[in-house]
């Protein structure tokens, strides 16, 4: 009995060493082959490095907004509202973004209002708007901006990422980078 | 949609096509035939067992198998409370997280040893680098386990009578080494190449393009988040699990983990059927599976997809389905598949909030939990399924009055009872569980986040992914308190080692017994009426044990919702 715990003890070590130690440094070392150094995909833009994956909050009318988080975007503390379908308190709060929304983008109807952008993402963190939820937003924009419509939209078109499956989507960072260009901030 | 589907379908295809060849190569290596890969791995296992001091050539019988695969499994528990509870005074900290409570790290540890990986912290806060590190080493080692058990109920499911049944070392080395490991690297490889990070660098700060400085939790994450798929442990480097654009950053990816969770319990079927010379038996196993995990998950998708009723009576555009706790990269389908393939088989991550799902498809995620064997974890979902395979044969025989027979050997009460015993396991601790969080409203009742029924099937939810050795959670529970971490922590020990001992036994029981050769009086099980009959077994004692409590929870949820 004693030798086998001194067995799978040292068996155990052996086993630690090889798949925390060993495997751990292949792979560490295959990420300084890749793009971003294992560091995560990142964008200078100005001088200043963003991640591109890493949604940031944007609340500002000049700016495209991200969908709300439940953690605001905290990085650091990455997680869902948790809200069940049916908690009063969770619809309440699903209202109150569609009448903030409907004040803050005069002109836009209630229906056209997409579900992703009132309700939180499940990370917290979600870098991507889809087309409809950054189109909706042109209005505003263009009128906090003075850029025409059809400026914002092509910018729009130009960021959408179209992979071969799954959802279209635009990175709402790439995208707000790209208006800054377009037209310093005020 | 109309690019989403063709995805989910394609990950399924994919996933099957690849698990044939895998099943193939898995069963020549249990039954030590030679194989290319021999040059690479001899060595190394040779090495291991070496500085070991084990003999891997030392034939075990199922007790002594089990006697090893304990004490293994104490020893991992023992260091990994060790680790967790001492992690600030180790290296590897670079955020400096603190140690873990007693109780935490109870669980913690536990719930990686079980290959569940319930998380009652969030990575970020919670764990050092070196802690996560060590919990890789989990995930790799419990899967392992699982393997090493399926592995000796193949060998004992040979056509001689023996007691001898393989070593307990071999089996779950070569597991590690051979297949979980390799697969591994090739899932971190393709992470890395789409953003994962892999730094030993803590916390970055970074101010964001409108002016609010924020930091940013970073880490070893692709070696990690490779190992939790493939092992189908499912425990998130960071909190959001699979949803953290870090862990997941877009549809290829997604797709990629969803076939790593799928391909080593897909291939562990088909290694079955080419390990006894029984392909056709295999593919009755994996139909009834597969018709099991459609009927999950094909009503997921569509709920998922059409969104909450309640939210669009507000009047807003619900084209995109229900998004509360979804990523757009993803949408609302592929979260709906993920959300059931994660709890068929016992991965547990998540790549949308479960909590946020609709009640009926936190329903299918319950009831996928609660049968627990359409494909199941790595190697333990064979081990479930072989339950209710006995079952069946048992039932069957008496209807058409044969003595019940399998794979030539017969079944006797000795079996049917370690069968029933773990049969009815499962949903005692469940129950059980729950009914005991809901009698002392005390310890639980302020850690429901969520309102009336809701609320209910969050502790539901905790008990059967604990039972389950799943892991995913209703995460709005706040779970990080002694009662539980300390009542789950029991689930998941009661719940690991008795599904694994008890269907053990009963292979090595028939291991002993003499073989018949098979007649035209031998009930055939490689037939689609066998199949039939299975089903309606897993549906019976599985399915209709839970429907009281499921009542209570997401199904009075679901008449609410008008």
Redesign the interface.
């Known amino acids: 009995m004693i030798s086998?715990?001194?067995?799978?003890?040292?068996?155990?070590i052996?086993?630690?060493v090889?798949?925390?130690g060993v495997?751990?440094l292949?792979?560490?070392g295959?990420?300084q082959l890749?793009?971003?150094?294992?560091?995560?995909?990142t964008i200078v833009s100005n001088g200043?490095?963003?991640?591109?994956?890493?949604?940031?909050?944007?609340?500002?009318d000049g700016?495209f907004n991200s969908?709300p988080s439940a953690v605001g975007?905290?990085?650091?503390?990455?997680?869902?509202?948790?809200?069940?379908?049916?908690?009063?308190a969770?619809?309440a709060e699903?209202?109150a973004r569609?009448d903030t929304f409907l004040v803050h983008n005069p002109g836009v109807g209630?229906?056209?209002?997409?579900?992703?952008l009132?309700?939180?993402?499940?990370?917290?963190?979600?870098?991507?708007?889809?087309v409809?939820?950054a189109t909706i937003q042109v209005k505003r924009i263009a009128m906090q901006r003075h850029i025409s419509e059809a400026a914002l939209n092509q910018l729009i078109r130009r960021y959408t990422a179209k992979?071969?499956?799954?959802?279209?989507?635009v990175n709402v960072?790439q995208l707000?980078?790209a208006l800054?260009r377009l037209q310093p901030k005020l | 949609m109309s690019?989403?589907l063709?995805?989910i379908i394609?990950m399924f295809v994919l996933t099957l096509a690849l698990a044939v060849p895998l099943g193939k190569y898995i069963a020549r290596m249990y039954s030590g035939e030679r194989s290319w890969t021999d040059k690479i791995f001899n060595p190394?296992e040779r090495?291991?067992f070496r500085?070991?001091?084990?003999d891997p050539h030392k034939e075990m019988n199922w007790k002594e198998h089990m006697?090893?695969m304990l004490?293994?499994n104490l020893?991992?528990f023992l260091?990994g409370m060790l680790v967790l509870m001492t992690q600030q005074y180790l290296p590897l900290n670079p955020d400096g997280n603190p140690n873990m409570s007693a109780d935490l790290a109870f669980n913690t540890s536990i719930s990686f040893v079980v290959n569940c990986n319930l998380q009652h912290y969030?990575g970020?806060?919670g764990l050092s680098y070196l802690s996560q590190?060590?919990l890789?080493?989990l995930q790799?080692?419990s899967a392992g386990t699982g393997m090493a058990a399926a592995a000796l109920l193949f060998n004992a499911l040979k056509t001689r009578t023996t007691e001898k049944l393989g070593n307990f070392?071999d089996y779950f080395?070569k597991s590690?080494t051979r297949i979980l490991?390799p697969l591994?690297?090739i899932v971190?490889?393709v992470l890395?190449?789409n953003?994962?990070?892999?730094?030993?660098?803590g916390?970055?700060t970074?101010?964001?393009?409108?002016g609010?400085t924020?930091?940013?939790?970073?880490g070893?994450a692709?070696?990690f988040i490779?190992i939790k798929h493939i092992g189908t442990n499912g425990g998130g480097f960071?909190?959001?699990n699979a949803?953290?654009?870090?862990e997941n950053?877009?549809?290829?990816t997604?797709?990629v983990l969803m076939m790593a969770q799928m391909i080593v319990p897909f291939a562990m079927i088909f290694a079955l059927g080419y390990y006894l010379k029984r392909k056709k038996f295999a593919w009755v196993v994996f139909s009834v599976m597969t018709i099991g995990f459609l009927m999950l998950v094909i009503p997921n998708i569509l709920m998922e997809t059409r969104?909450?009723p309640?939210?669009a009576h507000?009047?807003?555009?619900?084209?995109?389905?229900?998004?509360?706790?979804?990523?757009?990269?993803?949408?609302a389908a592929?979260?709906g598949f993920w959300s059931i393939v994660t709890t068929v088989i016992s991965t547990g991550s998540?790549?949308?909030?479960h909590?946020?799902?609709?009640?009926l498809s936190g329903m299918n995620e319950l009831i996928a939990m609660m049968v627990n064997c359409f494909y199941g974890g790595c190697g333990v979902g064979i081990l479930n399924f072989f339950i209710f395979i006995i079952l069946a044969v048992f039932i069957s025989g008496l209807m058409v009055g044969r003595t019940p027979e399998f794979m030539g050997k017969k079944i006797e009460a000795r079996e049917m009872k370690i069968a029933m015993i773990v049969a009815l396991l499962h949903p005692l601790l469940i129950l059980a569980g729950t009914a005991l969080a809901m009698a002392l409203p005390q310890y639980t009742a302020s850690t429901l986040?969520?309102?009336?029924?809701?609320g209910f099937?969050q502790a539901l939810y905790e008990y059967t992914s604990s039972a389950a050795n799943n892991g995913s959670g209703?995460?709005?529970l706040g779970d990080n308190t002694p009662w539980w971490n300390i009542s789950t922590g029991i689930v998941l020990l009661l719940s690991r080692f008795l599904p694994i001992i008890g269907p053990v036994a009963i292979a090595g029981s028939l291991a002993a017994k003499k073989y018949t050769p098979e007649s035209a009086g031998t009930l055939k099980t490689d037939s689609g009426t066998f199949g039939l009959m299975l089903f309606a077994v897993i549906a019976i004692v599985a399915a209709l044990s839970f429907f009281p409590a499921l009542t209570l929870g997401p199904i009075a949820?679901f008449f609410?919702?008008k």
């Open positions: 086998s715990i001194f067995r799978a003890l040292r068996l155990t052996i086993s630690l090889f798949f925390s495997y751990t292949v792979i560490y295959a990420a890749a793009p971003g150094k294992g560091k995560g995909d200043h490095r963003y991640y591109t994956n890493i949604g940031q909050a944007f609340t500002s700016y969908r975007y905290n990085a650091a503390g990455s997680g869902g509202s948790n809200k069940g379908p049916t908690n009063a969770y619809l699903v209202q569609i209630k229906a056209d209002i997409p579900v992703e009132v309700t939180a993402s499940g990370s917290g963190l979600d870098p991507d708007l889809t409809k939820a992979p071969m499956l799954g959802p279209d989507r960072l707000n980078l800054d | 690019k989403e063709p995805g394609l190394v090495l291991f500085l070991s001091g084990i006697k090893h004490i293994i020893v991992w260091s969030s970020e806060t590190l060590f890789m080493f790799f080692v070392y080395l590690c490991l591994s690297v971190a490889l890395l190449f953003g994962t990070p892999m730094t030993f660098a916390k970055d970074i101010t964001n393009l409108q609010d924020v930091q940013v939790s970073t070893p692709a070696a490779a960071f909190g959001a949803a953290h654009p870090f950053p877009n549809y290829l997604n797709m969104g909450n309640l939210s507000m009047g807003i555009d619900m084209s995109k389905g229900a998004m509360e706790g979804k990523e757009t990269r993803f949408g592929a979260t998540v790549n949308g909030m909590d946020s799902t609709m009640p986040s969520n309102p009336g029924f809701h099937s209703f995460e709005g949820e609410s919702l």
